[in-house]
């Protein structure tokens, strides 16, 4: 990491919803105009720049770019992102990440720790408002379907033949990752951990996620553990928790 003088250095960090936006770059080349702008005025040195393409629901904790991230975070550089939302829409994801690192916004660069909460919880109040609209979009579409609307019952029909199809590509390339070699290779190295916390008593999800974390042992896509993923690992390694 090079050093420039009278510089703070940094790390950008972009994320986008889907594989389409971050293959074409769709996004991507906005959130980094947003960051260079700013640090050319706040005088910031962008030593790395790492990209990640999942949800944003997904906890910034858990993200696939998450470990690679944290090499360069262990020199003390603080994050920079676009806008808030690029990091989460969620106050608490925001609020744990600020306990791990110090981070900031492009399009509001002076914004402390305080504005940073208001503006997270903005963001969280406009995803579940944007929730909402597409629920109420799709009960009323659902309603004109029911009163004998033909191009309502279409879009209804192929909507649920593309949220099938997506289930089930999901479900695919789920079994696939655990059915590969890497896969299972990954699964056999946990295979002592887990066998241990469960003989010392470990007796819930969160339990046993915190005691991999606490070891630094990561999941096969690099991010820490959490529930959902510690359930995933015992149905593969056909384990449960001991009765009480």
């Known amino acids: 990491m090079d050093v420039v003088a009278g510089m703070v250095n940094v790390v950008a960090y972009y994320r986008v919803s889907t594989k389409g936006q971050g293959e074409s770059g769709l996004g991507i080349e906005a959130q980094r105009t947003y960051v260079q702008m700013a640090a050319k005025q706040q ?3 962008v030593v790395a720049e790492y990209t990640d393409t999942v949800s944003g629901t997904i906890a910034p904790v858990e993200r696939p770019e998450r470990p690679e991230c944290r090499k360069a975070l262990s020199h003390g550089l603080p994050i920079v992102a676009a806008k808030i939302d690029r990091i989460s829409r969620s106050v ?3 609020a744990q990440l600020m306990e791990k690192v110090d981070f900031k916004i492009a399009t509001m660069p002076m914004a402390d720790r305080f504005q940073l909460h208001l503006y997270a919880a903005l963001a969280e109040q406009e995803r579940q408002f944007i929730s909402q609209r ?5 009960g009323a579409l659902q309603e004109r379907a ?4 033909a191009v309502s019952k279409e879009k209804v029909n192929r909507r649920s033949d593309n949220l099938v199809l997506a289930r089930k590509a999901k479900q695919e390339k789920a079994a696939q990752n655990a059915s590969s070699p890497k896969g299972q290779g990954h699964q056999a190295k946990l295979a002592p951990y887990v066998m241990a916390a469960l003989y010392k008593g470990v007796s819930t999800l969160q339990a046993l996620a915190d005691a991999l974390n606490a070891q630094a042992l990561l999941t096969s896509r690099g991010g820490e553990w959490s529930p959902t993923t510690v359930r995933r690992l015992m149905l593969a390694l056909d384990v449960t928790f001991k009765k009480a």
């Open 43 to 45: 005088g910031w040195n």
């Open 146 to 149: 029911d009163s004998g609307c």
């Open 92 to 94: 608490l994801h925001i």
């Open 134 to 138: 597409t629920k109420d979009a799709l």
